[in-house]
């Protein structure tokens, strides 16, 4: 069971993090937790290094909980609904978590656009969070 | 962990079903189907008759997994959505699984109002299937 996370970074993230650790102990999975910046002029250098730092330190709550996971900093010139459903047919994810409201100025997955779209074009079921 | 699942008796149904068997025995939780019909002079008694016969045989399907189950057919002049975020509300369930596609004639899930509705109220994680 291969779980996908939409992960900004942000307030957010934590609840679904939480979320993410239940998900992956009940159905014994390993997360993969991915992270969309615009790419090109969009995206700062301050931005990139931010949500790498960011990744890292939520790999290693995975890591404490003894679960597997991977990180993905994704900017290939996508947006972020564009990035999370092509990236889960690519691994071929069983599940993705996104949350869908944006408690972060910076936050993309503001309901409903981004949301929407990975709902309605996901390859599997989707998992929402406020 | 109850979940509860949005049961509209038509084709989507079944994956939902299907979906609903393996979230009950990852995480060891009970189902509660639900379906809405709007009440008054807009649900004909065929209609009710037809939604009650659905949901028995969807509690069969679950019983024969050994997963408990029960069913409630709301009818209280509510919009599905309503009928939905309120009736999780009340029974404080831990997860709602909706389909966000109707193939269905008279589906009433149609995304996106009623599932951006559901997902956007619901007090506790959505997880949405096409």
Do not use: W
């Not at 869908?100 to 100025?105: A, D, F, L, N, P």
């Amino acid at each position: 069971m291969k779980i996908l996370v939409g992960y900004r970074g942000s307030n957010i993230g934590q609840d679904i993090i939480r979320l993410a650790i239940v998900h992956a102990k009940a159905f014994s999975g390993e997360v993969i937790i991915v992270t969309s910046l615009p790419g090109g002029e969009k995206t700062a250098t301050e931005q990139v290094e931010e949500a790498q730092r960011s990744l890292a330190e939520v790999k290693e709550i995975f890591a404490g909980q003894g679960i597997k996971s991977e990180t993905h900093l994704l900017i290939r010139g996508k947006t972020a609904g564009e990035d999370i459903v092509s990236f889960a047919e690519e691994i071929n994810c069983d599940e993705i978590l996104i949350g869908v409201k944006s408690r972060s100025k910076v936050g993309k997955f503001l309901f409903g656009s981004t949301a929407q779209f990975i709902i309605l074009k996901s390859p599997c079921p989707v998992v929402s969070i406020k």
